[in-house]
Nanobody, 117 residues
């Protein structure tokens, strides 16, 4: 299993970024995909999940209405569109998939997002 994030960077408050996570080594279309984030000095926290099949999406309250998670099963890629970014969104964002029973977590290397004026 390999997960590779891209698209991080620095942006001013109110700006937008789109993260991508390219997956390989498993049947992508069969698994829910999730984004987590970890700010400096804090624990990693859940941000959003998109299911498969169905493509249903779920969000932590702090990003509802600003972030959109989506997936392209033809490209084995999951996205996180982040709009109206705030300084408190600054974190390293990680792509995650849980595979197996009991589930095993697989993580990408992370993508830094910095929101600062």
């Amino acid at each position: 299993v390999q997960l590779v994030e891209s698209g991080g960077g620095s942006v001013q408050p109110g700006g937008s970024l789109r993260l991508s996570c390219a997956a390989s080594g498993f049947t992508f279309r069969s698994y829910a995909m999730t984004w987590y984030r970890q700010a400096s000095g804090k624990e990693r926290g859940w941000v959003a999940t998109v299911t498969s099949p169905g493509g249903y999406s779920y969000y932590v309250d702090s990003v509802k209405g600003r972030f959109t998670i989506s997936r392209d099963n033809a490209k084995d890629t999951v996205y996180l569109q982040m709009n109206s970014l705030k300084p408190e969104d600054t974190a390293v964002y990680f792509c995650n998939v849980k595979i197996g029973l009991p589930p095993v977590d697989y993580w990408g290397h992370g993508a830094q997002v910095t929101v600062d004026s």
